[in-house]
């Protein structure tokens, strides 16, 4: 059962803007804190930004910060507002939760991730 769906990717020019959205399913269950990663081709996945669910607490990649904003809507829609976008943001973007699960776990800024969505795919041209 699919639990986070991302969608929002897209190809977009340099300096253009995306907002990514992660759908949470009830099945998902309660989460702590929720974000986003992106792997790029021949590169391992790194994060790009947390929130914590509850406080409202935000973390960023210096790589993205000040051009990213991380967001959550009522415990059902977390978001990723992307602006400035360059093409080394081209990567697939996944949306994460907190827990475990057959699919790995990430350890990021003293988040650890370990539920996934399936990805979308962004694309930055020069």
């Known amino acids: 059962q699919v639990q986070l769906v991302e969608s929002g990717g897209g190809s977009v020019q340099a300096g253009g803007s995306l907002r990514l959205s992660c759908t949470v399913s009830e099945s998902t269950g309660r989460r702590n804190f929720m974000g986003w990663f992106r792997q790029a081709p021949g590169k391992e996945r790194e994060g790009v930004a947390a929130?914590?669910?509850?406080?409202?607490?935000t973390d960023y990649a210096d790589s993205v910060k000040g051009r990213f904003t991380i967001s959550q809507d009522n415990g059902h829609t977390v978001y990723l507002q992307m602006n400035s976008l360059k093409p080394e943001d081209t990567a697939m973007y996944y949306c994460a939760a907190d827990g475990g699960g057959p699919r790995g776990t990430r350890l990021w800024h003293g988040y650890l991730f370990g539920r996934w969505g399936q990805g979308t795919q962004v694309t930055v041209s020069s």
């Open positions: 929130i914590v669910t509850g406080g409202g607490s």
